[in-house]
């Protein structure tokens, strides 16, 4: 999952410490921002911030909760956009145009924080991937309203890893036009299934 969701409204203290740990994990690393990092983007005293959250694990579980959730409620929003699965698929590939310029730098948010905890072998590993199941997970349901219920696992996860190695070659050429490039590709590659005479609706 391409993907960089963030806090929006309404924010507590919380929740604006979600949100800037959010951001320094991806740009920076998890193991690479400390707590000093966080409060001083957050703005708020030492005691307040301990308030909330005794260690940077603490931290670390929030925030993918705070991914989980958003992506699940991106999924639905999807689901109300676009009224064809194929079209719903669109939606995933071109979170890879919207999220361009953060990619470019930092690479993808969900596949860059997956890797390192792996490195660190992380507690928290399995959790963090459950980002990529929810996606799996729902690609895998759109490829068979497309009629391709037999092999729509393998399609979601083709679709996944393709997904993710735009992102890392992205990254490290720093390469904008390869992303547009790449994404034309995709919807190429998935305009067979849409015109498919066994594609179902609903």
């Known amino acids: 999952m391409v993907l960089e969701v963030f806090f929006m409204s ?8 979600v949100e800037a740990a959010d951001r320094l994990f991806y740009r920076r690393g ?7 990092d966080i409060a001083d983007t957050v703005q708020i005293s030492r005691g307040n911030f301990y308030y909330h959250f005794r260690t940077k694990d603490e931290i670390l579980d929030a925030v993918i909760q705070a991914r989980l959730a958003n992506t699940g409620d991106m999924l639905a929003q999807w689901e109300i956009e676009a009224e064809e ?3 719903r698929i669109r939606c995933f590939i071109d979170i ?3 999220n361009r310029a953060h990619i470019k730098r930092y690479g993808c ?4 924080l997956c890797s390192e905890l792996a490195k660190l072998s992380h507690p928290s590993q399995g959790d963090a991937s459950r980002v990529f199941t929810l996606f799996r997970t729902w690609l895998r349901r759109q490829f068979e309203l497309l009629g391709r219920k037999a092999d729509a696992d393998t399609l979601a996860m083709h679709l996944l890893a393709r997904s993710q190695g735009i992102a890392t070659l992205a990254s490290a050429f720093h390469d904008e036009k390869f992303i547009k490039q790449e994404v034309r590709q995709l919807c190429d590659w998935l305009r067979p ?4 005479p066994t594609r179902k609706t609903g």
């Open 193 to 196: 299934y849409a015109e498919s």
């Open 30 to 36: 998890y193991e690479h921002t400390s707590f000093s």
């Open 96 to 98: 890879l145009i919207a």
């Open 109 to 112: 948010p969900v596949g860059t």
């Open 10 to 17: 309404d924010k507590t203290t919380r929740d604006r410490i």
């Open 85 to 87: 699965p194929a079209q």
